[in-house]
T-cell receptor, first 119, second 109 residues
Framework: GAVVSQHPSWVICKSGTSVKIECRSL??????MFWYRQFPKQSLMLMAT?????????EQGVEKDKFLINHASLTLSTLTVTSAHPEDSSFYIC???????????????FGPGTRLTVL | EDQVTQSPEALRLQEGESSSLNCSYT??????LFWYRQDPGKGPEFLFT???AGEEKEKERLKATLTKKESFLHITAPKPEDSATYLC??????????FGTGTSLTVIP
């Protein structure tokens, strides 16, 4: 259990266009979904946190008008990269938080990632 | 200041050569320590959660342990397919994760 899917797995687009990435929790309801960005040989960098029906909370330095996040339901969140430029090329990964049923923090289950290349 | 440090940064082992990866943390009010495995070009795969000092969890050749200051991921008789980057993470308020920089493990046949 606890499977998260992402679509597409890779995308190539022209500079100035917008790209939408979908993140779905397939067998559980994610109370919170997270979006990360990862550069080669680096760890994950949290971009934003979203709760269903609420506006996303963005980390410092992340442009909320450029990276639009919509958390439509407890199983679906989308990240839209607007007016993409080559510097936005990266590996984007989402995760869904699943309650552990204890006083501990939710466990995050990650999607397979989306490789974005902006030409 | 909350901090998570992993060591070593990279580790090369011969197949069958057991070793341990370290994750040191300075977080007050720990609400769990999480271990993940990440293969190149893929998202992290959940391995373990540890909640209290003295807790241990095992899965195949992996065993995770937790003390009040650090966690160890012990790999017993590793195989080439265990080659990956291993990440530890601790939760912050709001359930965001603070990730370590990872240990890149290579197991040589």
């Amino acid at each position: 259990g606890a499977v998260v899917s992402q679509h597409p797995s890779w995308v190539i687009c022209k500079s100035g266009t917008s790209v939408k990435i979908e993140c779905r929790s397939l067998d559980f309801q994610a109370t919170t979904m997270f979006w990360y960005r990862q550069f080669p040989k680096q760890s994950l960098m949290l971009m934003a946190t979203s709760n269903e029906g609420s506006k996303a909370t963005y980390e410092q330095g992340v442009e909320k008008d450029k990276f639009l996040i919509n958390h439509a339901s407890l199983t679906l969140s989308t990240l839209t990269v607007t007016s993409a430029h080559p510097e936005d090329s990266s590996f984007y990964i989402c995760s869904g938080g699943r309650t552990s049923g204890s006083l501990g923090a939710d466990t995050q289950y990650f999607g397979p990632g989306t490789r974005l290349t902006v030409l | 200041e909350d901090q998570v440090t992993q060591s070593p940064e990279a580790l090369r082992l011969q197949e069958g050569e057991s070793s341990s990866l370290n994750c040191s943390y300075t977080v007050s009010g720990l609400r769990g320590l999480f271990w993940y495995r990440q293969d190149p070009g893929k998202g992290p795969e959940f391995l373990f959660t540890l909640y209290s000092a003295g807790e241990e969890k095992e899965k195949e050749r992996l065993k995770a342990t937790l003390t009040k200051k650090e966690s160890f991921l012990h790999i017993t008789a590793p195989k080439p397919e265990d080659s990956a980057t291993y990440l530890c993470a601790v939760p912050l308020p709001g359930n965001q994760f603070y990730f370590g920089t990872g240990t890149s493990l290579t197991v040589i046949p």
